[in-house]
């Protein structure tokens, strides 16, 4: 089984990726930004999956995602 997790845009490279954070902790992804229809912002969120993101996402959404992983992790 895979997971999509949420992360933030930190910067966008220049070349059709962003470099992002997982969490809130010091996990860092480069993710292909090839299958959005526009490139996200810094300070959004996005899902990704192997290596794509697959959608931008809310802010709430994201947070309230990133607490139910955290608390499963912890649980």
Do not use: Q, W
């Not at 997982?22 to 959004?44: C, H, I, M, N, R």
């Amino acid at each position: 089984m895979c997971l999509a997790v949420p992360v933030k845009v930190l910067e966008l490279s220049g070349n059709g990726a962003a470099r992002c954070r997982v969490g809130e902790g010091d996990t860092f992804v480069t993710a292909s930004l090839a299958l959005l229809e526009e490139d996200p912002k810094p300070g959004e969120y996005l899902i990704v999956h192997a290596g794509f993101a697959l959608r931008k996402l809310d802010p709430e959404d994201a947070e309230e995602t990133i607490r139910l992983l955290r608390a499963m992790i912890e649980a």
